[in-house]
């Protein structure tokens, strides 16, 4: 079995190969003037490979495609650290695509497993055929906490798994927020269960994109007369001056990871996935 990296994980890609003894595939990758991506592989591929692509962008997935192409059916499993497009896994609204399907249908046919991180919604397994994975980051990305007795909260309900994880890891407790609406123009935002006034707290969830959630959760926490708080993500996102948000509300320290490959990402998931790949 080899490896080969898609061209949004030059970094990660060699680091899972190197965590499993694989040899990597050379990989060329080209844009022409006119934008039209070009893959050619280095050389002639005639046993199974593990595909490493996040997908960040429209560009990233088709670099995707064209990789599971070049393969001509040698492409056994596919790791998609960050699976773009899965918040738009239903029809919010009538008349809209459900992207996450749309990616699962063009690469279902050429794998047998997908592998993903902390996917937004797992419910997105359902469009494969193919045996899907979703792994964890966050016992990883806990070994960067340094707080103390911090309390480990989610923005919402549906990141309370996360903060579950993280608690276990520190051995403290765990929440997640609520909104209160007060009025039309008054909504306040507090812990569920547990008070936050002079305890550190830690903001856990799977992706900033725009960092608007957390930083008035941060803003609301510091009210309300939290201590240090930091924000712990798998996937940094982080459009446009989201990262400089969260430090403008308050955050003490934004921890992420290397699922899309940024200068912040300080905790690297190459061994979650080739744990996982070593014993599957």
Not at 70 to 80: D, R
Not at 234 to 250: E, K
């Amino acid at each position: 079995m080899k490896l080969v990296c898609g061209k949004a994980s030059q970094y990660l890609g060699p680091m899972i190969a190197g965590e499993l003894g694989l040899e990597l595939v050379e990989t060329e990758f080209k844009v022409f003037p006119d934008g039209e991506q070009y893959l050619r592989l280095g050389e002639e591929v005639d046993e199974s490979c593990i595909v490493v692509q996040t997908i960040f962008s429209d560009s990233d997935f088709f670099n995707l495609l064209l990789i599971l192409d070049a393969l001509e059916g040698n492409a056994e499993k596919l790791v998609v650290p960050y699976f773009g497009y899965a918040r738009q896994d239903k029809k919010f609204n009538e008349g809209e695509a459900v992207s996450a399907r749309v990616i699962a249908n063009a690469v279902d046919r050429y794998i047998s497993e997908v592998v993903t991180i902390d996917v937004h919604d797992e419910g997105i397994s359902r469009f494969f055929n193919s045996d899907f994975v979703n792994l964890t980051a966050f016992r990883e990305i806990s070994r960067e906490i340094d707080l103390t007795d911090p309390l480990v909260i989610a923005p919402d309900g549906g990141a309370e798994e996360l903060a579950s994880t993280v608690a276990e890891e520190l051995g403290t407790d765990y929440d997640y927020l609520v909104k209160d609406r007060k009025s039309e123009t008054e909504v306040s935002i507090q812990p569920k269960k547990l008070e936050v006034k002079g305890r550190d707290v830690v903001l856990v969830d799977d992706i900033v994109s725009t960092g608007g959630t957390m930083s008035e959760a941060i803003s609301m926490l510091k009210d309300q007369g939290a201590g240090k708080i930091d924000v712990a993500v798998t996937h940094s996102v982080f459009a446009r001056n989201a990262l400089s948000r969260l430090y403008f509300n308050g955050a003490n320290k934004v921890i992420s990871t290397n699922t899309i490959e940024k200068s912040i990402s300080s905790v690297d998931v190459s061994p979650v996935v080739a744990e996982y790949l070593k014993d599957g």
